[in-house]
């Protein structure tokens, strides 16, 4: 079978490429042959051209000069593992030939339902495709437990023409069955879905010297940050940031890592000693990799995060006003929970490329 995914390709987040590639890597494990639909929709937030003020213009020739970009690995990621198909990139225009090029489209995973994140882009409903036994999702995410009213009618609508529905979080599928009537199925993030093996064979070589913490944080959270910093110093151990200020890039106190792309985030959270996040990925990335973690709620994370923790019996890793519990995450009992999850998501996806 020829299967296209259509997810969020050329993306700035980390989450969004090593979801991408995991799901690749799925797919193809399966015995398919398989694209990343090499869509870009400008609706999308991460395409959005902001205009430029003084302020950024400044913060931009600083971070040259100052600061590694993390562009070029992200670059090397996709150029490296080559997903795309050999043909020029698909415009919302020219997106209805891609029906034909494939036998199922598979939109996810990831935020590809939040329409704060896509502009409400209906493509990523498959608007363009007629043939409903080609459409499927996998580990979908709405990201918002509705969908903006005046859209609704049209989502439903397309919702209901999926011949497979599979989502990420229990309040896509309640979402889901609102809409459309339908019985959705709750699957796994492809970060886990694939083994662990898999993902450090994507991992970067270069290690860090010292033992770390590593600060992965995807909103402001200083909160957040002076708990990472308090571990650290009770364990006399490195406190590593991915990104931060520019004025700490010049603080001997700390050990921020820029240029970080995929490869070099699985190695940082595969040698860390124990990580802090605010980050849906962050978290799930922690778990494939057995590394100790804590997870803060954040207003846009947390029904994917309440979702995770409550599926993996990992409740106990929330940082809340309550003290840090010292104990090590028993991975033995994640495992086991895993696993049960791990088949039940392959066999949706494996009905998915052989119905």
Known sequence: MKVGILT????PSLGAMLQMRSLYHAVESMGHDVEIINYVSDKV????????TARSIVIKLLSFFFIKDAAPSFKRFEEELKMFPETPSFSEETLRAVERR?????????????????GNDM???LEFCN???KKASYAASFGYTGVPSEDEARISELLGAFSYLGVRERQGAELVKKLTGRDASLVLDPTLLVDADYLRSLEGSVRR???????YSIKPSPGLYQRAAEYAERYGLELVTIGCRMRERFDPRKHPAFGVGPKEFLRLVDDAECVFTNSFHGTAISVAMHTDFYVEFSSDTNSRLVNLTEMLGLTERIVDENELTDKAVDYESVDVLLEKHKKYS???LRTVLTE
Do not use: E
């Not at 969020?8 to 993306?11: K, M, V, Y």
């Not at 010297?209 to 600060?215: P, Q, T």
């Open 209 to 215: 010297n010292k033992k770390y913490v590593l600060f």
């Open 45 to 52: 937030n991460h395409q959005i051209k902001h205009k430029l």
């Open 346 to 348: 392959a066999d949706f």
């Open 102 to 118: 494939y036998d199922r489209i598979i939109v996810g995973s990831d935020q590809v339902w939040n329409p704060v994140v896509t």
């Open 131 to 133: 043939d409903v036994s």
């Open 8 to 11: 969020f390709p050329h993306s």
């Open 123 to 125: 493509n990523f409903y």
